[in-house]
């Protein structure tokens, strides 16, 4: 079975700064989706960034890029130039290309709670 | 645009106690529809999902049922809430073909069994 691991439970930046959460996922299939979601305080669930396993090219997103190794089966993400608006739970997740049984499921990391400081 | 309201925002219920929560979406037809619980301090576990009306599959086995009776309706019922029901619940429609759909979420309901 895929699983999803958030290895920081916690982590701060400063405001303007530049700050990498990581995730690490494990997984025998060779095509899948992958995603970052941020939850601020009001707890609704924004998707941030989106990778397709098949695509070599690093998907970015106006400050948000991800650093996808998929031999290393590692999918971070960068936040540049940091906002207080970024202060939110960020969480990893995993989705497979295949459509069967469990396979149709989210796979979601724990999570990484974000402070930005002014 | 596409926009997923959640009804309703906060809820208080006794134990025992039937729950009825609605889930609609503007914008789009036919959309896959999800329903997810988040409790506390954790991730979310898929409860639900709908590629169509009338079609329902269930992730785990609980008190909880959904239905999908409109297009764009997804409701979650329990004929007798337990505490272990308290959580934050968010809906979801996918982009794109199920299984490999992008999903974006409502803004959730916050249920609090006494």
């Known amino acids: 079975a895929q699983t999803v691991t958030q290895s920081q439970p916690e982590m701060s930046v400063q405001e303007a700064e530049t700050v990498t959460l990581s995730c690490t996922y494990d997984t025998s299939e060779s095509d899948y989706y992958l995603f970052w979601y941020k939850q601020p305080p009001s707890r609704q669930m924004i998707l941030v960034i989106r990778?397709?396993?098949?695509k070599q090219q690093n998907a970015t997103e106006n400050r948000f890029s991800v650093n996808f190794q998929k031999a290393a089966k590692s999918f971070s993400l960068k936040i540049s130039d940091s906002q207080l608006g970024d202060a939110a739970m960020y969480f990893c997740?995993?989705?497979?290309?295949?459509?069967?049984?469990?396979?149709?499921?989210?796979?979601w990391g724990l999570g990484t709670s974000l402070a930005v400081n002014p | 645009s596409q926009t997923i309201h959640q009804w309703p925002a906060t809820l208080v219920q006794p134990v025992g106690s039937p729950l009825s929560l609605e889930c609609t979406v503007e914008?789009?037809?036919?959309?896959?529809l999800y329903w997810y619980r988040q409790a506390a301090g954790r991730g979310l576990q898929l409860l639900f999902y709908s590629v169509g009306i009338g079609q329902i599959s269930s992730e785990v086995p609980q008190n909880l049922s959904a239905s999908r009776p409109q297009d764009r309706q997804f409701i979650l019922s329990s004929k007798k809430l337990l505490l272990s029901d308290s959580g934050f619940y968010l809906c979801a429609r996918g982009e794109g073909y199920f299984p490999t759909d992008t999903q974006y979420f409502g803004p959730g309901t916050r249920l609090t069994v006494l």
């Open positions: 990778q397709e396993a098949y």
């Open positions: 914008g789009t037809s036919n959309p896959n």
């Open positions: 997740a995993y989705r497979s290309a295949y459509n069967a049984g469990n396979n149709r499921k989210l796979i």
